[in-house]
């Protein structure tokens, strides 16, 4: 089972993949924020598996530094652009829910994330 | 208690299904079904004859606003609330004159969502609190003088014309029905009549159209709380 933090600013985008996600066996949601600063405190508290990050909630690359910093992974999302971002895998348009859960399921080790970040550009 | 169906139209599906789930946990809505374009919403609202629907305006194949626009044709009593992340004024006008029933943006709260959809029910406008205030100051703009109904202002009874007015100060029908002290159906059934008689799809654009007619009188009521 994964364990998954949400950073999301737009609230009703939050509640809505807040709710999504409590409906997921294999998935369990650990933490939920709005705030930056605050999700940042939990996430070094909690070391989640994944951070699902709301494109745009943030101040950008800080941000996501940040959070891999801890070890959690990122799954980015932009309910705009229809879209799903692997930091730093790759990215992908969304076509169904379906879509989040594989990306949460399949981020990689925590080596490959580290080695990529080194040598790949952010999306 | 009624359940209050809803269509859910956006072309972002995170964003819809969640949504939708959010919506689900409310025991006085139901989500009939979804669409992810203006054309397969028109097709859902054929099928599912729901009671509201939450637009989204900018879509693939047919925008939120064609849609509206088609939609109302057919099923005139479909109440749309355009529930997006344009706060312009071309996009909030043009709903308002394709005839959405409300126009909320999407950073709203998910217990802001719920209250405005509950006022659907009783006939209210549901409008972000900035939109509302852009469409206060068109009010104060040189009336603008724009594809008239032929029968400009006339037919109204006077007892329609004082239910304008209360219209225009944006009181809802229960509201308006003690000022008046008649029944909150009777209200509806003036407001009908009135959007029979002016041509127009909902009491915003009765609003707009009254006080840019002047058919009454703008803040003729003392304050009533």
Same mark, same amino acid.
């Given at each position: 089972?994964?364990?998954?933090?949400?950073?999301?600013?737009?609230?009703?985008?939050?509640?809505?993949?807040?709710?999504?996600?409590?409906?997921?066996?294999?998935?369990?949601?650990?933490?939920?924020?709005?705030?930056v600063e605050?999700?940042i405190?939990?996430?070094?508290?909690?070391?989640?598996?994944?951070?699902?990050l709301?494109?745009? %909630?943030h101040e950008g690359h800080s941000i996501i530094t940040r959070i891999l910093a801890?070890?959690?992974?990122?799954? %980015?999302?932009?309910?705009?652009?229809? %879209?799903?971002?692997?930091?730093?895998?790759?990215?992908?348009?969304?076509?169904?829910?379906?879509?989040?859960?594989?990306?949460?399921?399949?981020?990689?080790?925590?080596?490959?994330?580290?080695?990529? %970040?080194?040598?790949?550009?952010e999306? | 208690?009624?359940?209050?169906?809803? $269509?859910?139209?956006?072309?972002?599906?995170?964003?819809? !299904?969640?949504?939708?789930?959010?919506?689900?946990?409310?025991?006085?809505?139901?989500?009939?079904? =979804?669409?992810?374009?203006?054309?397969?919403?028109?097709?859902?609202?054929?099928?599912?004859?729901?009671?509201?629907?939450?637009?989204?305006?900018?879509?693939?194949?047919?925008?939120? $606003?064609?849609?509206?626009?088609?939609? !109302?044709?057919?099923?005139?009593?479909?109440?749309?609330?355009?529930?997006?992340?344009?706060?312009?004024?071309?996009?909030?006008?043009?709903?308002?004159?394709?005839?959405?029933?409300?126009?909320?943006?999407?950073?709203?709260?998910?217990?802001? $969502?719920?209250?405005?959809?509950? *006022?659907?029910?009783?006939?209210?406008?549901?409008?972000?609190?900035?939109?509302?205030? !852009?469409?206060?100051? &068109?009010?104060?703009?040189?009336?603008? /003088?724009?594809?008239?109904?032929?029968?400009?202002?006339?037919?109204?009874?006077?007892?329609?014309? =004082?239910?304008?007015?209360?219209?225009? =100060?944006?009181?809802?029908?229960?509201? /308006?029905?003690?000022?008046?002290?008649?029944?909150?159906?009777?209200?509806?059934?003036?407001?009908?009549?009135?959007?029979? !008689?002016?041509?127009?799809?909902?009491?915003?654009?009765?609003?707009?159209?009254?006080?840019?007619? *002047?058919?009454?009188?703008? &803040?003729?009521?003392?304050?009533?709380?």
């Amino acid at each position: 089972m994964k364990r998954v933090f949400l950073l999301a600013g737009n609230p009703l985008f939050h509640q809505g993949i807040q709710t999504l996600l409590a409906r997921r066996c294999d998935v369990e949601l650990v933490g939920a924020e709005t705030d930056v600063e605050r999700a940042i405190a939990r996430i070094r508290e909690l070391e989640p598996d994944v951070v699902i990050l709301e494109d745009g %909630s943030h101040e950008g690359h800080s941000i996501i530094t940040r959070i891999l910093a801890t070890g959690a992974k990122i799954v %980015s999302l932009n309910f705009r652009e229809n %879209s799903i971002s692997i930091y730093h895998g790759e990215q992908r348009t969304v076509h169904a829910v379906d879509d989040l859960f594989d990306a949460i399921e399949n981020v990689e080790g925590e080596k490959g994330v580290m080695e990529r %970040s080194m040598t790949q550009p952010e999306n | 208690m009624k359940t209050l169906g809803v $269509l859910l139209v956006d072309d972002h599906i995170l964003f819809r !299904k969640g949504v939708a789930a959010v919506l689900a946990s409310r025991p006085d809505l139901q989500v009939l079904g =979804e669409a992810g374009d203006g054309l397969e919403a028109v097709e859902r609202a054929r099928a599912l004859i729901p009671d509201v629907i939450l637009m989204d305006i900018n879509m693939p194949r047919c925008d939120g $606003l064609e849609a509206v626009k088609l939609i !109302k044709q057919e099923m005139p009593h479909v109440r749309i609330i355009m529930l997006t992340v344009a706060d312009d004024d071309h996009n909030l006008f043009a709903a308002i004159k394709n005839g959405a029933d409300g126009y909320l943006l999407k950073n709203l709260e998910p217990t802001q $969502l719920f209250e405005m959809l509950a *006022g659907i029910g009783r006939g209210e406008a549901p409008i972000s609190g900035s939109l509302a205030t !852009k469409i206060l100051n &068109e009010f104060r703009q040189p009336a603008k /003088i724009e594809n008239q109904p032929a029968e400009a202002g006339s037919g109204l009874t006077p007892r329609e014309i =004082e239910v304008l007015e209360w219209i225009v =100060e944006g009181k809802t029908n229960k509201e /308006i029905a003690f000022a008046l002290s008649i029944a909150e159906d009777t209200v509806k059934i003036h407001l009908r009549n009135i959007l029979e !008689k002016l041509h127009l799809h909902n009491r915003i654009q009765a609003a707009v159209y009254a006080v840019r007619q *002047g058919l009454v009188q703008t &803040e003729r009521h003392p304050s009533s709380g």
